[in-house]
């Protein structure tokens, strides 16, 4: 196994044009100490994790030093924030450290977020706040225990530093996020709208090669990936959709080419499921609410396509958009065939998911808390009122649940069997705001052991844990009162 010393680093992205990064070191941030590490994506990188010595990971995670092999870079991508295109932006408070080669051969990206100013800083200070980094490397682990397609996180580091926002001085941090495509819709946005035909030909070419090689079979590579991009983003935003996630700033500067949940921010997952419920408050016009996200989605893929007119036939591309709704809508319905235990397909299934969808909407339920006591239910008096406690109005639930009984007397699995598979779907715990609020209260006041309390708890979701047995309840009051910002 490796260690932190001796990382296989193989830099592909410095072979890209110049245009596309700055070459820029971190600025160090003082007196920083180690939050927390994340053992499964030591793994992931093929470092023992009892090798790793809090004092070197820190260093390497506070700027102080470069891992060997390391080649820092900004990448600089534009993207429509909010529907208007900025050309200013880039990696302005982050950079590539580099890509390392694990031994299975796969390529993965070590980003390290917070580490100071770049040329794409804009008015920014280039760091990062506790704040959001601890909700950055919380929720990076929680949505992958969800099978939710995410970025992920090696290390939350703090620091003495002080960064201003919102008119308060807040303590830094930085985290590295791994994964192995930083590549955004916004990348190709850039290059398309300041007319480098040829290197958007070049980077097509190299996101072909690098995440999409089966593409390279066909008779239109750059259509076959593009396509792929549409069924990814299409499944990635139906299990948003079917897990109550709001990502929150759905600009295409934020949409990963390989379809994950990537750049964290404001994001909640719904404690009552809202349609229209914005986690932005700077989203005024609600443009990112949660109902609208499959069609945020479809639009920033629209971006995206117009970013490829060079190299795809219009017709093609529209063709792609157009079938959207439909990737999304059969996604989706297998998101909560699978929430709903149900193994089989039969014509009834999208009714009895909107009917419940509606449901949960009318009676602002816990979306996740019903599927979890769901997963329980056997017809039972108990299993019916468990279920009927979790609405406002419990007699809502008698015609739906009559209808479910009936579907699943169309399944072939046994009561035990489904009851398992439902339990390995439906979490006993989600991470809600509140909870990576008190990480954050706690943090704040010196206590760090939330963060690595939560992140075990959130890597084994689906499991019952008696210590953490209120975090699987309704949240507190003052959850409701949280506000959250794009700085958050
Ligand atoms: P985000 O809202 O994190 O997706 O960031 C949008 C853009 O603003 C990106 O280009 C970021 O690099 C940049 N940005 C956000 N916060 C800062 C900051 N504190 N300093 C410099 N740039 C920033
Ligand atoms: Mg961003």
Redesign the pocket.
């Known amino acids: 196994m490796s260690r932190l010393q001796n990382l296989n680093f193989n830099n592909s992205y410095l072979g890209l044009p110049n245009h596309l990064y700055q070459r820029v070191h971190p600025t160090p941030l003082k007196n920083s100490f180690l939050i927390s590490f994340n053992p499964d994506v030591a793994e992931i990188l093929d470092i023992d994790p009892s090798s790793i010595n809090p004092t070197e990971l820190t260093r390497f995670l506070s700027g102080e030093q470069l891992f060997p092999g390391s080649e820092p870079l900004a990448m600089k991508?534009t993207g429509h924030?909010f529907g208007v295109y900025n050309p200013?932006?880039?990696?302005?408070?982050?950079l590539l450290l580099g890509e390392v080669i694990n031994p299975k051969g796969e390529r993965w990206d070590l980003h390290l977020k917070g580490s100071g100013?770049?040329a794409?800083?804009?008015?920014?200070?280039?760091?990062?706040v506790l704040r959001s980094s601890i909700r950055e490397y919380l929720a990076s682990e929680a949505m992958h225990a969800l099978r939710i397609p995410t970025t992920r996180a090696l290390a939350l580091v703090g620091s003495e530093d002080k960064?201003m926002r919102e008119g308060m001085m807040e303590p830094c941090a930085t985290v590295l996020r791994v994964t192995q495509c930083h590549i955004r819709f916004g990348h190709f946005e850039y290059l398309y709208q300041t007319q480098q035909h040829e290197e958007l030909k070049v980077l097509a070419d190299y996101c072909l090669e690098r995440f999409f090689p089966e593409c390279l079979e066909t008779e239109k590579p750059y259509l076959a990936m593009y396509q792929e991009v549409a069924k990814r983003s299409a499944a990635l935003v139906a299990k948003w959709q079917a897990y109550g996630f709001v990502h929150a700033?759905l600009?295409t500067?934020?949409m990963s080419l390989i379809g994950e949940t990537f750049?964290y921010?404001p994001y909640t997952f719904l404690d009552s499921y809202k349609p229209a419920l914005v986690s932005n408050a700077n989203d005024h016009e609600g443009r990112y609410a949660f109902a609208k996200q499959p069609s945020v989605v479809q639009w920033n893929l629209s971006c995206l396509g117009q970013a490829l007119l060079p190299l795809i036939e219009r017709d093609d591309l529209i063709a792609v958009l157009d079938e959207f709704p439909n990737a999304y809508k059969e996604a989706e319905l297998g998101e909560f065939r699978k929430r709903l235990g149900l193994q089989s397909i039969h014509d009834g299934d999208e009714k009895l998911v909107l009917d419940l969808l509606k449901l949960f909407a009318q009676q602002e339920m816990d979306m996740n808390r019903f599927f979890r006591c769901l997963s329980d239910f056997d017809g039972s008096e108990n299993s019916v009122a468990a279920l009927m406690a979790l609405l406002k109005l419990p007699s809502a639930l008698t015609n739906w649940l009559l209808a479910y009984e009936e579907r699943l007397s169309k399944e072939v699995a046994s009561r035990p069997i489904r009851r398992a598979q439902m339990r390995a779907v439906n979490p006993e715990f989600i991470l809600r705001n509140y909870m990576a609020e008190e990480a954050i209260r706690a943090a704040t006041d010196g206590d760090y052991t939330l963060v690595d309390n939560l992140l075990m708890l959130l890597r084994n979701p689906m499991a019952e844990n008696s210590e953490f047995e209120h975090y699987s309840q309704s949240p507190p009051g003052w959850a409701g009162g949280i506000c959250l910002t794009?700085?958050s």
């Open positions: 991508y924030q200013e932006l880039g990696d302005g408070r982050g100013k770049t794409f800083s804009r008015f920014g200070d280039g760091r990062a960064a700033v600009n500067d934020n750049d921010g794009c700085s």
